[in-house]
């Protein structure tokens, strides 16, 4: 139950925070690829609308979760536009001419954008068949998004791009700003790698030590209970409230939430008890435990929930018995175990090594390891809510499209070198891989980040730990892509190749 006040309020934060961040990528990518970047603009506006009139059409409800699958999409929308105009960057600089440039450049991104929402894509159907309401909100918006991606990134902006090159006019993917940039990078990243082992091996030790010793703030999804969102005419003190709280249910929390004048209120009290009797009783308790902090003359019809707009008391309020609890808690594992097989058997068979399918799940685990890490680490000190619930299980599974989407295009390049030079080692490839996909690597996250941050600052109290969460990951998701998936691949590359040659000797000695 949401109060229509509260209600509204995240409605209008929501979408200004949402149209702050689509303006933020629309300037970015016209700044970085001018012209081109105008062309790919309007492919993401086409695609948000298509998403949204799909989703009116449908009678679909827009959830947090639901919020998070577009969210991925348009980074995922942003980044079929990115390597499509990088690998066109890359044929121009091989001297072609500007036809060629663009046929051959879209022709060349096809594969790593086919390869990238695929994987992506069966995310989201396992999801869909294994996750509860949220989750399938998530996975109903993820699949729905990456088919319009597709379509707008594909044949809109190559229709744009086409036609202005039929008119015999130059077309720059480039601004004098960005022209040349990361272009002819030689970095030896494989030969950093045991730094970075150390570093994510120290990432995720805390991340299991706080795991072990300090837990999760579980969220009413997840331990069952009543929870609600309480509003006062003025600051208060939570620790003073909870005092009075725990009084009078013997067990309950309090916590700011957003505003210095606002409370969340979560207590177990008689949760395994139905009826609106109960909901009553414990409404009438809350309201006796916070009457001193109510401006005088608050009737209990004032604080409770009911209708009509309110500027205090009872502004949100959820109920989760705890076998319910548990069946959320059993399908979200299911349904991320179940997501993590899946693109182990994709990468296999589409890829033809184990070491590619490997590198990827190891990235994802890590990635979700620091994530909750992070979680664990802070939730009693940030001053926003960090409780893990449904919302947090979607948020995960965006860190998991994510990087796997980041994983993939790296690895499609790796193999696209490993045939195009079969003279070079394994090394040198997979570094050539990697410098090359590193412009379209930082611009996505970029361009993912702004629209998360903007929500994160623009959108509102109740959606903040949900938009930290998806932060986290997609700096981890971009690090863990370059930094372990890809050496781990190439690790095991090696493994095997030591063994075929230790094989080998000892047939000769036989």
Do not use: C
């Not at 066109?88 to 663009?102: F, M, P, S, T, V």
């Not at 309201?287 to 608050?298: D, F, M, V």
């Not at 449904?390 to 499609?412: E, H, P």
Request: hydrophobic fraction near 50%.
């Amino acid at each position: 139950v949401v109060g229509p006040s509260l209600g509204q309020e995240a409605i209008d934060s929501g979408v200004m925070s949402f149209a702050i961040a689509l303006v933020l990528v629309l300037i970015w990518m016209i700044f970085y690829y001018g012209k081109a970047g105008i062309f790919a603009d309007i492919a993401l506006v086409v695609n948000i609308l298509f998403i949204f009139g799909i989703l009116a059409g449908l009678g679909a409800v827009l959830t947090l979760p639901g919020i998070a699958g577009i969210v991925l999409t348009i980074g995922m929308s942003v980044d079929a536009n990115v390597l499509i105009f990088e690998r066109i960057r890359e044929e121009y600089a091989k001297g072609k001419l500007q036809k060629d440039a663009i046929k051959d450049g879209f022709n060349n991104a096809l594969s790593s954008i086919l390869d990238a929402n695929i994987t992506t894509g069966l995310t989201g159907l396992i999801l869909l068949v294994l996750g509860t309401g949220p989750i399938k909100g998530f996975a109903t918006t993820l699949l729905i998004g990456i088919a319009t991606s597709l379509f707008t990134a594909i044949f809109i902006t190559r229709l744009f791009i086409d036609g202005y090159g039929k008119k015999g006019k130059n077309l720059d993917f480039s601004t004098s700003v960005t022209k040349g940039l990361f272009a002819n990078m030689g970095i030896n990243f494989l030969g950093k790698r045991k730094t970075f082992y150390i570093i994510s091996g120290a990432f995720i030790l805390i991340s299991l030590g706080s795991l072990f010793t300090q837990g999760l703030n579980q969220g009413v999804d997840f331990v069952g209970g009543r929870s609600y969102t309480v509003r006062f005419d003025q600051p208060v003190n939570p620790t003073e409230i909870e005092d009075n709280l725990v009084a009078e249910f013997g067990s309950a929390d309090a916590k700011t939430f957003g505003a210095a004048n606002q409370i969340k209120v979560t207590t177990k009290y008689k949760v395994d008890e139905e009826g609106t009797e109960i909901d009553n009783e414990i409404q009438q308790k809350l309201y006796s435990a916070l009457q001193p902090y109510l401006p005088e003359g608050t009737t209990y019809d004032d604080f409770a929930v009911g209708e009509g707009e309110r500027e205090i008391g009872i502004m949100q309020s959820i109920k989760v018995g705890p076998s319910i609890a548990d069946d959320i808690k059993q399908a979200s594992i299911w349904a991320v175990l179940g997501s993590l097989l899946v693109i182990f058997l994709y990468i296999l068979l589409r890829f033809r090594k184990y070491q590619f399918s490997l590198g990827a799940v190891v990235a994802v685990i890590h990635d979700v390891l620091i994530v909750l890490g992070v979680f664990s680490l802070t939730y009693k000190f940030m001053p926003f809510n960090m409780e893990i619930d449904q919302a947090f299980i979607a948020a995960i599974l965006t860190v998991v499209g994510y990087s796997l989407n980041d994983t993939v295009v790296i690895f499609d390049r790796i193999r696209e070198f490993f045939n195009e030079h079969p003279g070079w080692t394994q090394k040198d490839a997979i570094n050539a891989a990697i410098n090359s996909t590193i412009s379209r690597t930082l611009n996505t996250s970029m361009t993912t980040l702004v629209v998360l941050l903007a929500i994160f600052i623009f959108g509102g109290e109740s959606i903040r730990g949900f938009m930290f969460a998806l932060i986290v990951g997609v700096i981890v998701g971009t690090y863990s892509s370059i930094f372990v998936a890809t050496p781990v691949t190439y690790d095991t590359f090696n493994k095997q190749e030591e063994r075929k040659k230790l094989k080998r000797k000892k047939e000769a000695v036989a």
